[in-house]
């Protein structure tokens, strides 16, 4: 069982930047893959980013030279470096864990946190 609790969300300005962090709790931390996903009002979840229990990243291709995800296990913690902000990055962003590998798929996911919302203002 893993719990996940994410931070870091706010009010930015297009062009901003901002770091997401998502904390785990258990001792297998390390076995897992964590990914990032996003809901935007009205629209259905979206992957933007994951990493591998062995720290291979995968991202959305919108989201390339932008976000950079990374792991620190013994933090128990997965971040999200959001550059280059914009008011389409607008949304509820959530983690979700899995063992091993990751997936671009939300129903790969076995838990996931509450979420934090990211807004980017224009």
């Known amino acids: 069982q893993v719990q996940l609790v994410e931070s870091g969300g706010g009010l930015v300005q297009a062009g901003g930047s901002l770091r997401l962090s998502c904390t785990a709790s258990?001792?297998?931390?390390?076995?897992?893959?964590v990914g990032w996903f996003r809901q935007a009002p009205g629209k259905e979840r979206e992957f933007v980013a994951a990493?591998?229990?062995?720290?291979?990243?995968l991202y959305a291709d919108s989201m390339k030279g932008r976000f950079t995800i990374s792991r620190d296990n013994g933090k128990r913690t997965v971040y999200l470096q959001m550059n280059s902000l914009k008011p389409e990055d607008t949304a509820v962003y959530y983690c979700a864990a899995r063992y091993y590998t990751t997936s671009y798929h939300v129903s790969h996911y076995d838990y996931w946190g509450q979420g934090t919302q990211v807004a980017v203002s224009s």
């Open positions: 990493i591998s229990s062995g720290s291979l990243s």
């Open positions: 258990g001792r297998t931390f390390s076995r897992y893959a």
